[in-house]
C-alpha cells in the first residue's frame, strides 16, 4: 500500500511539474535563469574575494614574521658585540645569555616564518585557482546574457508568427467564433442561390407558356415588317409621281 501510495505521489507531482512547465512564461523563465546564473556568480566570487583575502592575511603575517626575525637576529647580535666588549666576566656573560635568548627566540621565529611562507604558497595556489573560476564563469555568464537576448528575440518572433497564423485561420474561415459564418460558408450559400435562379430561368425559358409567348411575338414581329414595307411602297409611289 505504501508503495503504491508513493508511485501515485511522484505520477502527481511529475504530472503537475509538466503542466506548469506547459503555462509558465518563457520569458519569465529567461529571466530566473539568467537571475540564477548571476546569483551563482555573486556567490562564486564572494568565495574568491574570501580565498584572496586569506592570501593577503598571510602576506602580512609573514612580513611581520620576517621583521620579527631580523629584529632577533639584530638583538642576537648586538648582544655578542657587547658581550665581546666586556672586560668584567660576569657583564659578558650576561651579554651572553641575552645574545643566547636571542637567539632560542630567532629558532622560533624563522620556524614560523617557514610555515607561514608554506601556508602562503598555499594560499597564493587558491587564489590563482579562484580568480580562473571567477574568470570562467564571468565568462559563462555572458554567454548565458547573450544566449538570454537571441532567445527572447526568438520568442517575440514566434508570437507574431502565431498572431499572423492566427489572423490567416481567421480569414480563411478556419476558425470562426461564434455564430459567425465563415466565407467559404457564405460563397457557398450565394452560389446555391445563383445556380437555383439559373434553374429556374431555365425552365420558365422552356415552359409551354413562354414557347406561346415567343409565337405571338415573332407573329407580331412579321406583321410589323409588312406593314413596315406597305409604307414604303406608298412612299415610292408619292415621290414616282
Not at 554567454?143 to 518572433?157: F, H, I, N, P, T
Not at 492566427?166 to 445556380?195: F, N, W
Not at 411575338?217 to 415621290?239: N, P, S, Y
Given at each position: 500500500?505504501?508503495?503504491?501510495?508513493?508511485?501515485?505521489w511522484?505520477?502527481l507531482?511529475a504530472?503537475?511539474?509538466g503542466?506548469?512547465?506547459?503555462?509558465a512564461?518563457?520569458?519569465?523563465?529567461?529571466?530566473?535563469?539568467?537571475?540564477?546564473?548571476?546569483?551563482?556568480?555573486?556567490?562564486?566570487?564572494?568565495?574568491?574575494?574570501?580565498?584572496?583575502?586569506?592570501?593577503?592575511?598571510?602576506?602580512?603575517?609573514?612580513?611581520?614574521?620576517?621583521?620579527?626575525?631580523?629584529?632577533l637576529?639584530?638583538?642576537?647580535?648586538?648582544a655578542?658585540?657587547?658581550?665581546e666588549?666586556?672586560?668584567?666576566?660576569?657583564e659578558?656573560?650576561?651579554?651572553e645569555?641575552?645574545?643566547?635568548?636571542?637567539?632560542?627566540r630567532?629558532?622560533?621565529?624563522?620556524?614560523?616564518?617557514?610555515?607561514?611562507?608554506?601556508?602562503?604558497?598555499?594560499?597564493?595556489?587558491?587564489?590563482?585557482r579562484?580568480?580562473s573560476?571567477?574568470e570562467?564563469?564571468?565568462?559563462?555568464?555572458q554567454?548565458?546574457v547573450?544566449?538570454?537576448?537571441?532567445?527572447?528575440?526568438?520568442?517575440?518572433?514566434a508570437?507574431?508568427?502565431?498572431?499572423?497564423?492566427?489572423?490567416?485561420?481567421?480569414?480563411?474561415?478556419?476558425?470562426?467564433?461564434?455564430?459567425?459564418?465563415?466565407?467559404?460558408?457564405v460563397r457557398?450559400?450565394?452560389?446555391?442561390r445563383?445556380?437555383?435562379?439559373?434553374g429556374?430561368?431555365?425552365?420558365?425559358?422552356?415552359?409551354?407558356?413562354?414557347?406561346?409567348?415567343?409565337?405571338?411575338r415573332?407573329?407580331?414581329d412579321?406583321?410589323?415588317?409588312?406593314?413596315?414595307?406597305?409604307i414604303?411602297?406608298?412612299?415610292?409611289?408619292e415621290?414616282?409621281?
Amino acid at each position: 500500500m505504501v508503495k503504491v501510495i508513493r508511485r501515485a505521489w511522484r505520477y502527481l507531482v511529475a504530472a503537475l511539474s509538466g503542466r506548469l512547465d506547459e503555462l509558465a512564461d518563457p520569458r519569465v523563465q529567461i529571466e530566473q535563469a539568467i537571475e540564477e546564473a548571476k546569483e551563482h556568480h555573486r556567490r562564486l566570487t564572494q568565495q574568491a574575494a574570501a580565498v584572496l583575502g586569506n592570501e593577503h592575511e598571510l602576506e602580512l603575517k609573514y612580513a611581520r614574521a620576517v621583521e620579527e626575525a631580523e629584529k632577533l637576529q639584530a638583538g642576537a647580535r648586538q648582544a655578542l658585540v657587547l658581550a665581546e666588549r666586556q672586560r668584567e666576566p660576569a657583564e659578558a656573560r650576561s651579554y651572553e645569555e641575552s645574545a643566547k635568548a636571542f637567539a632560542t627566540r630567532l629558532v622560533a621565529a624563522e620556524e614560523r616564518m617557514a610555515e607561514l611562507r608554506s601556508m602562503h604558497e598555499r594560499a597564493a595556489q587558491a587564489s590563482a585557482r579562484a580568480r580562473s573560476a571567477v574568470e570562467t564563469n564571468a565568462m559563462a555568464l555572458q554567454r548565458k546574457v547573450a544566449e538570454r537576448m537571441r532567445l527572447l528575440s526568438q520568442l517575440d518572433q514566434a508570437a507574431m508568427q502565431e498572431r499572423l497564423n492566427a489572423a490567416m485561420g481567421d480569414l480563411s474561415g478556419l476558425a470562426p467564433q461564434g455564430d459567425t459564418p465563415t466565407l467559404d460558408q457564405v460563397r457557398d450559400k450565394i452560389e446555391k442561390r445563383y445556380a437555383r435562379a439559373l434553374g429556374e430561368a431555365e425552365l420558365t425559358s422552356n415552359s409551354v407558356e413562354a414557347r406561346m409567348i415567343e409565337v405571338e411575338r415573332a407573329a407580331v414581329d412579321v406583321e410589323g415588317a409588312a406593314r413596315l414595307e406597305a409604307i414604303r411602297k406608298d412612299l415610292h409611289r408619292e415621290i414616282g409621281e
